[in-house]
Structures are given as C-alpha cells and as structure tokens.
C-alpha cells in the first residue's frame, strides 16, 4: 500500500511503502482458481476421453462438457473483474492492451476460450436435441456451423493449457512470496485442472461405458496422488527457504490453518485416491461420485489455505 503526500511548494509527490496489512487476496481469488481449474479440467480430460473411446459410449459429452466449462469459466470472469477495486479499467486491457502482462494476455487467452466453449456448447446440445433443432428459427445456419465443433476444438483443447496455467505466472511474480514458486506452482495448476476436471466428469458419466468410467478414475487417482505428494514435499521440506518456513508455520503444529490444511489433504487427496484405486477394481457409482465431490470441496480448501498463508507475513 502506498501512501502520498504532495509537497505544495514543488508539487513534488512523496511516496512511502507499508506493509499491507492483512489478507489482500482472499475467497474470491479462491473461488477463482478452482472455478478455472473445474473449466479448463473438464476440457483437457474430455479430450483425453474422446481420443480414447467412441463418442457413442460418451453419452451428452459433446453438449455436458462445454457447459460445464462454459458455467464454471464465468465463475472464474466473474469473480476476477468483482475483485478489481476499479472495475471499469478491465476494458483497457482490450482497448489498450500491454502484451508483456501475464494478466493482459491471461484475460484475452481466457476471453476467447470462453467464447469458443459458448459456440461449442450449443452446437454440442443442437446436435443432441434434433427436436429443437428442426424449431431453429436459423436451421439452416444450425447446420452449417455444425462442422465448427470439430474444427475448433483441438484449438480450445490447445488453448485450456495456458489458461489453467497462467494464473501460476501471476503468483510468481509477487514479490516476497517465496511459497508460490513458478515451476511448482505451474504443475500444481495443471494437476488440479486434471483433478477436478475428471471429478466433475465423474458426476455426469453415469450412462458412460465402463471403460471411460475406469479412465476417468485413474485420472483422478493420478492427479491426486501427484499433487498430494508436491504438498507433502512442501510442508516437510521447506527448511531450504527461511520465508517459506515461516510461512509454513500457520499449518505446523497446530496453526491457525492447520485444521483447513490437513481437512483439504483428506477430503481433496487421501479419500478420493482410494475410492479411484478401488473403483478401477469394481465399479461403485456412489463410491465414486462421493470421491468426485470430495475432491471438488479439498481442492477448495487447499488452494484456500495456499493463498492464505503467505500473505499473513508482514513484508517490512
């Protein structure tokens, strides 16, 4: 936070940093993240399932999956452009744009993501609904642009990847936040992208054939099993790093979030790698969609807690 005095003699304009106090970034950047996370996730893991198996044993993917996306990406719109102190200003970035900022760049790749998801969307659920297609009040146009779906999603599955993972870019490059390293945090993004992604996947699939249903568990089991292993590295070997130790010292024994943390470690890692693991074996929907939802709700916590901690160090 900057504080300005104007020296009325030379209109000179004396500037003096504080520290912030504070969380400056909370729920919403929160809620931003995972909201990014499910919409670029179900995209990545759709893909991986319609390279693997038949659009006819993917009952609705074409139409469930963008949706999904499309619901979730203005989650994530949304709740960036509330969190700015001046709203309006978003505009420049189109208007105006500076190519050397991640968030400039972040807001067109994410802007012409969505608009893709839209267009596929309602292609996807055009093609699903013939009853309502024939009703098109543009029926002829409905399937001229029908073709578009699949010319444009290679592009769109191209795209979801540094989307998911720009937001990384933007932590790293905050000052004083030793905790939030690049190469890390990218993997983690795109870990959880994978992790919810299939979760969400998971909720829907119930007319899936078996076979997808197993990808869609391994999926999950894999994501989970990686990220819980970069957080465990994380809380036990952050000795290397004096600010990430002190950082870490809200979750090691007893913190203020260590309740949260270890909360998120089960109900987002630990309980679905198990459910996945079992379900590659057996096929159990109840099972399976619990370990989705859990999955959904730690991933909440986990990147609560990640966001949280690094800001309660003051940085003067």
Known sequence: MEHSTVIEATKAVVTLDVALPGIIWGWMITLNMWAKSIGTGVILVGAFLLYRHKRESLSGIRWKMPLISFIFLNIFLAFTLLDLHQPLRMVNIFLHPNWTSAITVGAW?????????????????????????????????????????EMVFPFVVFLAIPVTLYTAVIMAESSARE????PTE??????????????SLILISDNWSREAKRDLALVLAISVFFSFLMYMGEYFFSFKSAEAEATLAYIHSGGEYN????????????????????????DNRTLIRFGALTALIGLYLAKDVWLKIPQMLPLS
């Open 179 to 182: 905790l939030w390293q690049a």
């Open 186 to 199: 990218l993997l983690q993004m795109l870990l959880a992208a994978l992790m919810v992604g299939s979760a």
């Open 109 to 149: 790749m994410a802007s012409l993501f969505t608009g893709l998801i839209t267009i596929m969307a309602l292609i996807g659920f055009l093609d699903a609904h013939p009853d309502i297609r024939r009703h098109c009040p543009l029926a002829n146009m409905c399937r001229k642009i029908s073709p578009f779906y």
């Open 259 to 282: 309740v949260e943390f270890w909360s998120a470690m089960a109900l987002g890692y630990i309980i679905p790698f198990f459910i996945a693991i079992s379900n590659l074996k057996e």
